[in-house]
């Protein structure tokens, strides 16, 4: 399909979930997640093996090409040097200790976007006016309104493995008919309220060169504008990858940057997950065939935030 502002737009009308959860929504498609999916989702745990989704808080995979935003930061405050070397052992009574700081944007690496991250013109999700985001953080859709909301179903498709490659080429977008047939190949079914995590390869090609440049706002395999529409006919509850951004780049249109953005997130409501670490959890479903799982991945309690570092927990 032809991407431009009007598909944009166009979009954004048909598929805009705000009213649906009330005009006081600020936690869009998560609503689709019930109690009793969260109880289904507990007995896919089957043989008790955890894969940590978060990527290494070390790998410095922020070039500067987007945002200013720059890699953790980790400082020692306190080491065991110092105890060794008795420099804490005044005054009385003593306790020889490490600890530690970190300085990060809340986007740097592994993370959820908050539905305050995107606007579409001078409004969010649901209405709210985008001037409701200052410099005191987000008054509406602030990351802490999904704070005991991310857990449930997870379903891993593995798109790059289904097209027989390690790793999908930059600028490859992922289309709707993607999407389902690695579905179907894979055996599983996607279903209302679930956390589908889709894996390209691109993070892990990255790792392997020990070369990260490009990775974060330059070209990548993602998402397709036109799988805005399948999001909404799916009605899952959130959607991750493993690339910086989720959606193709180079963009498919040159009127907007991101366009795909613009409409998952402030109109759908959808809540997005990037930068996911894939490599052993996609390894474990091809070995077992089973690409369904118990899933956790609760942001940090920050409110007001417009993401939120995380390491999700995929458990089988």
């Not at 179907?184 to 309220?193: D, N, P, S």
């Not at 959607?239 to 780049?249: L, N, Q």
Request: with cysteine.
């Amino acid at each position: 399909m032809k991407v431009d502002l009007a598909a944009i737009h166009t979009a954004s009308k048909e598929l805009s979930n705000w009213g649906r959860w009330g005009d006081d929504d600020q936690i869009g498609t998560l609503n689709n997640i019930s109690p009793s999916d969260i109880v289904d989702a507990a007995r896919l745990v089957r043989k008790g093996k955890v894969f940590a989704l978060g990527l290494s808080l070390k790998e410095p995979i922020q070039s500067g090409l987007f945002g200013g935003r720059w890699n953790p930061i980790h400082t020692m405050l306190a080491t065991g040097t110092d105890a060794a070397l008795g420099n804490q052992d005044e005054p009385a009574p003593y306790l020889r200790y490490a600890d530690d700081a970190i300085n990060m944007p809340c986007q740097a690496s592994t993370q959820w976007d908050a539905l305050c991250h995107i606007f579409l013109g001078d409004k969010m999700y649901n209405g709210y006016d985008a001037s409701l985001v200052d410099v005191k953080g987000a008054k509406k859709n602030g990351i802490e309104h999904v704070r005991d909301k991310m857990v449930g179903r997870g379903v891993l498709l593995d798109v790059a493995r289904y097209k027989n490659v390690d790793s999908l080429n930059d600028g490859y977008a992922i289309s709707r008919q993607d999407l389902d047939g690695c579905a179907a190949a894979q055996g599983v079914e996607i279903r209302k309220g679930d956390f589908v995590i889709v894996r390209t390869g691109h993070q892990e090609r990255c790792l392997s060169k020990g070369d990260w440049t490009g990775y974060a706002g330059g070209s990548a395999p993602g998402f397709g504008f036109e799988t805005c529409y399948w999001l909404k006919e799916k009605d899952i509850a959130a959607i991750c990858s493993d690339t910086w951004g989720c959606e193709v780049r180079p963009n498919e249109t040159n009127e907007a940057n991101q366009p795909w953005h613009w409409v998952v997130i402030p109109a759908i409501g959808i809540s997005m997950g990037e930068i996911f670490y894939l490599k052993e959890l996609a390894q474990d479903c091809a070995e077992d065939g089973v690409y369904e799982f118990f899933f956790s991945a609760p942001p940090l309690h920050l409110p007001g935030g417009a993401g939120s570092p995380i390491n999700p927990q995929a458990i089988k």
